[in-house]
């Protein structure tokens, strides 16, 4: 089962949706505004999380009157509204949760996106945030295979945790070999695939992959 998840954020960064959308063991869910922008386009959301303070009252009826299940919520909470939709979605055992919309817009908002990440390493679960010029992966240690992918050019790693130990990059232009990587270090930023694959590992540490394209 997969789970795609959209939020509010700039809608100039949520690319065309419609190759994502499967009609088999595929759920679909609105975050507040992201509600919206997923029925506009032809989609139509199994569940919507959110206080819905990002919508016209006229907005807000629309989708309270549709047969979408709506989880409202105070605006006054302990959590945000995408960490409470990504909560409920982990607890489905998914195969994977694509998020869309978290990127782009309130600064603190997107960091807040890319540290719920954190939340996928309990259950192992593939979780990604993506927008029309990145993909976003947290990811803990061992041994992974990656393949070229014609919309992002660079393939960046960086230390999620105080250092990150034994990297070794094989089939990337520039190769590591059981090296350290420290956080705040750039040593493992903008590297590219120089074949249709290659593989990645690290021995202990958590590591942030960013395929982006300028």
Not at 42 to 48: D, K, L, R, V, W
Not at 66 to 94: C, F, G, H, R
Not at 180 to 188: H, K, P, R, V, W
Request: aromatic share 8%; with cysteine.
């Amino acid at each position: 089962m997969r789970i795609t998840i959209v939020a509010g954020g700039p809608e100039r960064l949520i690319p065309d949706l419609k190759p994502y959308d499967h009609s088999t063991d595929h759920i679909w869910i609105g975050v507040d505004r992201g509600t919206l922008f997923l029925l506009r386009n032809g989609i139509f959301p199994q569940h919507a999380f959110g206080d819905f303070d990002s919508v016209s009252n006229e907005e807000r009826k629309s989708i309270m009157n549709s047969s979408i299940k709506v989880n409202q919520y105070q605006s006054e909470k302990d959590a945000t509204d995408m960490e409470l939709a990504l909560e409920w979605a982990l607890k489905q055992n998914p195969e994977q949760i694509l998020i869309f919309g978290a990127t782009g817009g309130r600064l603190d908002h997107e960091l807040m996106n890319i540290q719920l990440l954190n939340r996928s390493l309990k259950v192992r679960a593939d979780v990604r945030i993506l927008d029309t010029r990145n993909e976003i992966s947290l990811h803990l240690p061992g041994c992974y295979d990656i393949e070229q992918d014609h919309r992002y050019s660079y393939i960046s790693f960086l230390a999620q945790s105080e250092e990150v130990t034994g990297i070794t990059l094989d089939g990337f232009k520039y190769p590591l070999e059981q090296a350290n990587l420290q956080a705040g270090s750039s040593l493992c930023v903008s590297n590219e695939l120089v074949n249709k694959s290659g593989t990645y590992s690290f021995d202990s540490g958590i590591i942030l992959m960013v395929k982006s394209r300028d």
